[in-house]
């Protein structure tokens, strides 16, 4: 990864790495775009459609809650992330920019996503053993 990162060529086409989108970016610029008060109402509007669609689009299918991985696999020091497996820190990324967009525009619809991604960091995230109790509102 630091050698594709460092070359001075290009070297993702040579090693068959095609352009994906990135859940964890797009929620970066989806978060931006809420915060964009200086771009056209109208503009910003469309700009916000597209990238909450396409964001959900590339939600993981394997869990019943919402998350979202990477579009690569990716290897820490600690743990290893299969391709679209997901993980805390994308899923987490997207519900903060999910948030930004309720909160610009109200709406039921993202918030039950937002439930969704609080239910899946319950169910499926370790928790700290002495960590009290937790209870997900509904409404």
Known sequence: MQTVKRSPLDLRPVLGIRPDDDPASLAWV???HCAAEFVAPDVRSRQI???VARILELRSPAYEEPCWGYHYD???????????DPNVI?????????MDVHDLRGGGDLL???????????RHVPQTPDAPEH???TS
């Open 30 to 32: 989806l978060a931006a």
């Open 49 to 51: 459609d597209a990238l």
């Open 74 to 84: 990716m290897q820490s020091r600690v743990f290893f992330y299969p391709k679209g």
């Open 90 to 98: 994308a899923t987490t990324f997207v519900g903060q920019a999910l």
């Open 112 to 122: 039950e996503v937002i439930h969704g991604i609080g239910r899946f960091h319950i």
């Open 135 to 137: 209870s997900l509102a």
